[in-house]
């Protein structure tokens, strides 16, 4: 079982740059796909961003290609996201999540293929 905390949430102007944290636990760390996701208050959660296991494949949401980047450091079981040129459209609550890797897997976009999720940070872009 993994557990997951977010940090490096807060409050930007647009077109400034955050970094997000998430810290997992467990040994197994380098098993799992990590992906963020974001939702804003009454809607749905979306996705933002994906990365496999070994680092070397990502995937992004169409609204954020371009501006944000996934990357994991193993060493520290962290995943992170930074996030550059935001928008006030990025304002939401995001959420890390894990997926353990099985052979023949692909990234995957799907909010219900991720076993284990965060309790989430909160970022604000002003205009």
Request: aromatic share 14%.
């Given at each position: 079982?993994?557990?997951?905390?977010?940090?490096?949430?807060?409050?930007?102007?647009?077109?400034?740059?955050?970094?997000?944290?998430?810290?997992?636990?467990?040994?197994?760390?380098?098993?799992?796909?990590?992906?963020?996701?974001?939702?804003?208050?009454?809607?749905?959660?979306?996705?933002?961003?994906?990365?496999?296991?070994?680092?070397?494949?990502?995937?992004?949401?169409?609204?954020?290609?371009?501006?944000?980047?996934?990357?994991?450091?193993d060493a520290k079981n962290?995943?992170?996201?930074?996030?550059?040129?935001?928008?006030?459209?990025?304002?939401?609550?995001?959420?890390?999540?894990?997926?353990?890797?099985?052979?023949?897997?692909?990234?995957?976009?799907?909010?219900?293929?991720?076993?284990?999720?965060?309790?989430?940070?909160?970022?604000?872009?002003?205009?």
């Amino acid at each position: 079982q993994v557990q997951l905390v977010e940090s490096g949430g807060g409050l930007v102007q647009a077109g400034g740059s955050l970094r997000l944290s998430c810290a997992a636990s467990g040994r197994t760390f380098s098993l799992y796909a990590m992906a963020w996701f974001r939702q804003v208050s009454g809607k749905e959660r979306t996705f933002v961003a994906a990365l496999n296991p070994s680092g070397d494949s990502t995937y992004y949401g169409d609204s954020v290609k371009g501006r944000f980047t996934i990357s994991r450091d193993d060493a520290k079981n962290t995943v992170y996201l930074q996030m550059n040129s935001l928008k006030p459209d990025d304002t939401a609550v995001y959420y890390c999540a894990a997926r353990p890797w099985k052979y023949g897997y692909s990234l995957s976009y799907y909010s219900h293929e991720y076993d284990y999720w965060g309790q989430g940070t909160r970022v604000t872009v002003s205009s």
